[in-house]
């Protein structure tokens, strides 16, 4: 049982205390480039506390076992302690039960699931399926997949001049066949948070299930599955503090329970004859073959770690440095483009840009910024036609975590002086055409 | 003549000193890209070619028309957007290959591989790379190999696409 001394040392009603969380993550002290590494492309993957590597490797090291398929002792322990996770996970996003969280490889297997099995029962030609402009290619391309197999139709609901979920051109959209609705909770890219309680009131009026993409949510804030009356909820570990190749689909029993399985194998089955079977009950029937044990296990101690800073606070200290890396940027680097609400109740920690319309381009900058031991992401971020309408190929993204300072926010702002003096004379030259 | 524009058309830099250091973004790269050479279409283009690397959003176009023998590239152009890197090195492509017979002309794009990537072997001696060594740094950053061949590929390609043109042509 990994002892979370560092996390047990912060004060319950105080913020939380940043140096002290930071000593917890091995990986903050290394180098990059002769500099200090400033990591800063959490939405893509975040750094693991000790707390999580020690589980990894005590599981290893005490009671690596395969799970549910023997009576002896370390197998018992090696399921307790996976089935734990499915408990803690279930607890953390407020779940009605831990039967209904399946774990998978990661948020797009998750999706997959819910596209292939429930989907693949539910949709008619004609039907449609409701998503958003915001769209990650993991909540877009299986639905693609779908419409197209299923002679379905996609329809996005736009976003508002200030980067907002468009509540009214949503409703808009709704209709008899409307089936699906499925939304990111966070943008990867904009940092939009998704009014996903309003949502789904709306779309179960018009008869639809609204499937929410939790990725960006779950690690940075607090998520309570009841008071958002969604129907499917897909996370990934690797996000929030845990490791690789676990991810988790949440759905309604009910749904679950009438949905056939996605894989099919072993593990997930109740009883094998030669030519037919029976499947396990939920959420077996969803696991086939033997598990991420191990990793699920490590996310096991994430989950613990993150419910001992309190998500609320957790939330709060992003808050903050969102609002400071808004105000450092627009101050200091006026000719930036940031991307994404300005209102930062209505957005996570991820800060997309580009450098005067993209006379530098987001590799470039990007490139500039790790000489200086600065880790950001330059690309489309998965979110191809986004930046479309975003009138850009792609965009320099940092995003913030628990561990991140307000002096590494001064830091990306000194890295972009660098950026621009490398660049001046192109920045001074008068704008032609844009990105 | 195989030299790249000669002294006039780069800057050897005593000011902006930040940037010669910068061993990727040599004053030869940002002079390339803030003045790009041969941008735009080539009017009566025999073969147009994309080379575009969608992850970083990166999308060339290489224009080119050969001369009445098909025998060399009388103009070559590019367009379209990319990263430094690569605007700078379909600059530097146009400046190298325009006015060459087709088969040097694929010596080029073999030398530029060689060179990108650090095979020597590759590099045709007769050759001279003049702003191409500015290139020299991307040996060091293998991340952005694709974004500096992006435009010779592209090269590459169209070369063929309008030999194979003119041969129907002739043909034909």
């Not at chain 1, 049982?1 to 205390?17: E, G, H, K, W």
């Not at chain 1, 999706?111 to 949709?123: A, K």
């Not at chain 1, 197999?149 to 209709?175: C, E, I, M, W």
């Not at chain 2, 694929?106 to 007769?126: I, L």
């Amino acid at each position: 049982m990994a002892v979370i001394d560092a996390v047990s040392a912060q004060r319950p009603d105080a913020p939380l205390d940043i140096a002290s969380i930071r000593r917890d993550f091995p990986i903050l002290a290394e180098e990059v480039n002769g500099h200090p590494l400033v990591y800063l492309d959490n939405a893509a993957t975040s750094q693991k506390p000790r707390q999580v590597i020690q589980a990894l490797v005590d599981y290893y090291e005490h009671y690596n076992s395969n799970v549910h398929r023997s009576a002896h002792a370390l197998a018992v322990r090696a399921s307790e302690r996976y089935e734990r996770t499915r408990t803690l996970l279930a607890s953390f996003i407020n779940a009605p039960s831990p039967d209904e969280i399946v774990f998978t490889a990661n948020t797009t297997e998750a999706m997959n699931v819910v596209v292939n099995s429930w989907g693949g029962t539910h949709l008619q030609p004609g039907d449609e399926i409701v998503l958003t402009q915001m769209e990650h290619h993991s909540n877009l391309v299986p639905w693609q997949v779908l419409a197209e197999a299923k002679g379905a139709h996609l329809r996005f609901v736009p976003l508002s001049p200030t980067y907002k979920f468009d509540v009214a051109a949503f409703t808009q959209l709704l209709n008899p066949r409307v089936k699906v609705v499925s939304v990111p909770h966070v943008s990867n890219v904009l940092g939009t948070i998704t009014p996903v309680a309003e949502v789904a009131r709306l779309a179960h009026q018009a008869g639809a299930i609204v499937v929410v993409d939790g990725a960006q949510s779950t690690p940075h804030m607090p998520v309570d599955l009841q008071a958002l009356g969604c129907d499917f909820f897909a996370l990934s570990s690797h996000k929030m503090l845990g490791p690789t190749g676990v991810g988790a689909l949440w759905g309604r029993r009910e749904l679950l329970e009438e949905m056939p399985p996605f894989l099919t194998g072993s593990s997930m089955i109740d009883e094998v004859q030669w030519t037919r079977s029976t499947w396990a009950p939920v959420p077996k029937k969803f696991e086939p073959g033997t598990p991420n044990i191990a990793d699920v296990v490590a996310l096991g101690a994430a989950i613990e770690y993150l419910d001992a800073l309190g998500m609320e606070r957790v939330r709060a200290h992003e808050v903050a440095l969102t609002g400071y890396a808004l105000k450092t940027l627009r101050e200091r680097h006026p000719e930036l483009d940031l991307y994404g609400p300005s209102d930062l109740t209505a957005r996570g920690g991820v800060v997309s840009f580009n450098l005067k319309g993209g006379a530098v381009h987001p590799h470039d900058v990007a490139q500039l910024l790790d000489e200086q031991g600065i880790a950001v992401r330059a690309g489309h971020h998965c979110a191809r036609p986004l930046h479309g309408v975003l009138h850009t190929a792609a965009s320099v993204r940092a995003s913030f975590y628990v561990y991140n300072t307000l002096e590494e926010v001064d830091a990306l702002a000194q890295g972009l002086e660098v950026v621009k003096r490398v660049f001046r004379r192109v920045l001074e030259r008068p704008q032609e055409g844009g990105a | 003549m195989t030299a790249l524009g000669g002294p006039s058309t780069s800057t050897t830099s005593t000011m902006n000193s930040m940037s010669t250091q910068n061993p990727l973004y040599h004053d030869i790269i940002l002079e390339h890209y803030e003045y790009p050479r041969n941008k735009g279409m080539c009017s009566g283009a025999d073969a147009t070619s994309r080379g575009a690397n969608a992850m970083c959003g990166d999308d060339l176009r290489v224009s080119l028309r050969l001369d009445d023998d098909a025998a060399a590239l009388e103009e070559v152009c590019w367009d379209g957007h990319a990263c430094a890197i690569g605007e700078a090195s379909a600059s530097m492509m146009t400046e190298a290959v325009t006015g060459r017979p087709k088969e040097e002309a694929r010596r080029w794009v073999r030398t530029v591989r060689g060179f990108v990537t650090g095979r020597e072997d590759e590099v045709a001696p007769d050759l001279e790379l003049g702003d191409l060594e500015a290139l020299e740094g991307i040996r060091q950053y293998p991340v952005r190999i694709k974004c500096a061949l992006l435009a010779w590929e592209a090269l590459d390609e169209a070369l063929g696409l309008a030999e194979r043109k003119r041969a129907a042509e002739k043909s034909g």
